[in-house]
């Protein structure tokens, strides 16, 4: 059974093209716009594996998002890798004090992206 991923990003752009690659992989993705419509899809997604989220985002931000997600019993083990264009160390301590298992920076390579999301899903 594929592994399933839910892409959390408000760029249209970032999210087809991190769904393309996942696809590619073999993992069922879900994708949705911000944090709000991350939670929403994290509820009615059945079983997920993994969170890939951005930072930058309206209405709900990634940090508030991942500190949604990790509140929650059902989902406060599930990997989840920031992939945000923020890069100063500040940025990623944020990250990481709030729940990521994972921080990349925006432009990440392809295959090193599948390579952490495998390592992530053992």
Known sequence: MAKHILIVDDSKTVRNLVAFIMKKEGFKVTTAEDGLDGLEKLYGAGQLDLIISDINMPRMDG????????????????????????????????????????????????????????????
Do not use: F
């Open 63 to 122: 940090l508030s998002y991942i500190k949604a997600v990790r509140e929650q019993d059902a989902y406060k083990d599930i990997p989840i890798i920031i992939l945000s264009t923020e890069g100063q160390e500040k940025d990623i301590k944020s990250g990481i004090t709030v729940g990521a298992n994972l921080y990349m920076v925006k432009p990440a390579q392809p295959d090193k992206l599948v390579k952490n999301v495998r390592m992530l899903l053992g």
